[in-house]
């Protein structure tokens, strides 16, 4: 079972997530019972092999039988032209037609500041819209 939880079982962060508790209490009944199965050798009363995920966005959850569907993988590159009309600095599938270089200098002492800063912070939080941390 996968959702918008920390360890808690609550959603953390900025961000609401609708219909995502509708299973709390059965989360940890279920929880009890796969470490029951795996630490005590008990009988696991719940279905196996399947994954319970909540789609964010979506605010729904959804089911998969076997595990999640494979997707494949994709390429992405990162735009390094200097057009006026291109956007340089974004990712983009299309591969480029002259290899360039791009550099970033970053100093570990002396960081982008960020929302949660340093800390891991419990769910997602809402950063600055891009262009407007005049840090950055």
Known sequence: MIG??????????????PN?????????????????????????????????????GEERWENWNGGLPRTGSQRYYLNTSQDANASSGQLTREAPTIQETI?????????????????CSPGPLVQPIRGQNQEA
Do not use: C
């Open 103 to 119: 550099t970033y200098t970053y100093d570990p002492l002396d960081p982008v500041p960020t929302r949660g800063e340093s800390a």
């Open 20 to 56: 995502s508790n509708v299973l709390s209490m059965l989360m940890i009944k279920e929880a009890t019972a796969w470490f029951n199965h795996q630490l005590k050798g008990l009988p696991y009363p719940y279905r196996k092999g399947g994954v319970e995920a909540y789609i964010i």
């Open 4 to 17: 918008p939880w920390v360890h808690t079982l609550e959603s953390s962060g900025d961000l609401e997530y």
